[in-house]
């Protein structure tokens, strides 16, 4: 079955660590979206690619780094730089254009 | 890209009632969406409505847009337990990322 796969589901990181989530898809999509989801808070842009090997930054990029080398994967990294990473981050797909968008199950990230 | 903004935040219901919800926005749009989520998962994509619609049903969701008023409303009647969840709105514009506002948290009770 096509789908997104975030993985792992939960993740727990020391302060100041470098931790990575992954998130895949085999829906032959072009563009892929990383979001972070704070309680009680709607879904605020980390970064998107809309093509391999190229990405822009969304509204809340500081402290984090993405890659886009292969049309299946983009992965998130959260840097020590990010001051408060505890959250619950999302990644999504779609084709390009004003289409609608697949996610993941999310990623649960503590900081301890 | 632009947010749009759920009203109202939270919506308490009984079984078997109809759950109305509205989203407002600011500039024009090639269309809207809804999407749905449960607690701790990730979004579900419900409708699209393009921009040259004014109407559009699927199942028990009924989805309206008001283009000069920069207006949505989504309907979901004879609710269900099931239905409890958030709701968000996206005006989507070609070429720019969705970005969601808090959205709306419905809770149907039995």
């Known amino acids: 079955d096509g789908g997104i796969t975030q993985s792992p589901k939960y993740l727990f990181r020391k302060e100041g660590q470098n931790v990575t989530l992954s998130c895949e898809q085999n829906?032959?999509?072009?563009?892929m979206y990383w979001y972070r989801q704070d309680p009680g808070q709607g879904l605020r842009l980390i970064y998107y690619?809309?093509?391999?090997?190229?990405?822009q930054k969304g509204d809340i990029a500081e402290g984090y780094s993405v890659s886009r080398e292969k049309k299946e994967s983009f992965p998130l990294t959260v840097t020590s730089a990010q001051k408060n990473p505890t959250a619950f981050y999302l990644c999504?797909?779609?084709?390009?254009?004003?289409?609608?968008?697949?996610f993941g199950s999310g990623t649960r990230l503590t900081v301890v | 890209s632009q947010q749009g903004e759920e009203d109202p935040q939270a919506l308490s219901i009984q079984e078997g009632e109809n759950a109305t919800m509205n989203c407002s926005y600011k500039?024009?749009?090639?269309?809207l969406q809804w999407y749905r989520q449960n607690s701790g998962r990730g979004l579900v994509h419900l409708i699209l409505?393009?921009?040259?619609?004014r109407e559009k049903h699927s199942g028990r969701l009924r989805v309206t847009l008001d283009t000069s008023k920069k207006s949505s409303s989504l309907l979901i009647t004879a609710s269900r337990a099931a239905d409890t969840a958030s709701y968000f709105c996206?005006?989507?514009?070609?070429?720019?990322?969705?970005?969601f506002g808090k959205g709306t948290t419905l809770s149907v009770s039995s």
């Open positions: 999504a797909s779609s084709i390009q254009g004003a289409t609608s968008y697949t």
């Open positions: 829906l032959n999509h072009d563009a």
């Open positions: 690619s809309q093509i391999v090997n190229d990405f």
């Open positions: 500039t024009s749009i090639n269309n």
């Open positions: 409505i393009r921009s040259n619609e």
């Open positions: 996206a005006p989507t514009q070609a070429g720019t990322a969705l970005i």
